[in-house]
Nanobody, 131 residues
């Protein structure tokens, strides 16, 4: 298992930007950050949690879904054990609790957005987009 902690959420006006961080720690013996694919998920009020972006272990291959591609950018710094989510042009519909999650994989050039693959989850960080 690995412990994940999200940070960087807050209140922002429409059209603004935020950068979320997902810091990993507590790796099991023999494991390190580049064994883990990381995904970002969010849960808006009254809606189910959905995944929208992930990044592969060490070559930085990324995947995005729907309209967030182009506004959101996922990246990672394995030396810092951290994955980032840069969010630009935020809209009120982006208001949600944002979670990062991880799974261990030996497939290093892709990542999977299926929530069932993800074993470890952070506690979430609130993002509110409002005037």
């Amino acid at each position: 298992q690995v412990q994940l902690v999200e940070s960087g959420g807050g209140l922002v006006q429409p059209g603004g930007s935020l950068r979320l961080s997902c810091a990993a720690s507590g790796f099991s013996s023999g494991l390190r950050m580049d064994y883990y694919a990381i995904g970002w998920f969010r849960q808006a009020p009254g809606k189910e949690r959905d995944g929208f972006s992930c990044i592969s272990t060490n070559d930085g291959r990324t995947s995005y879904v729907d309209s967030r591609k182009g506004r959101f950018t996922i990246s990672r710094d394995n030396a810092e054990n951290t994955v980032y989510l840069q969010m630009n042009m935020l809209q009120p519909e982006d208001t949600a609790v944002y979670y990062c999650a991880s799974y261990i994989t030996t497939v290093h050039n892709t990542c999977v957005m299926n929530e069932n693959w993800y074993a470890d989850w952070g506690q979430g960080t609130q993002v509110t987009v409002s005037l």
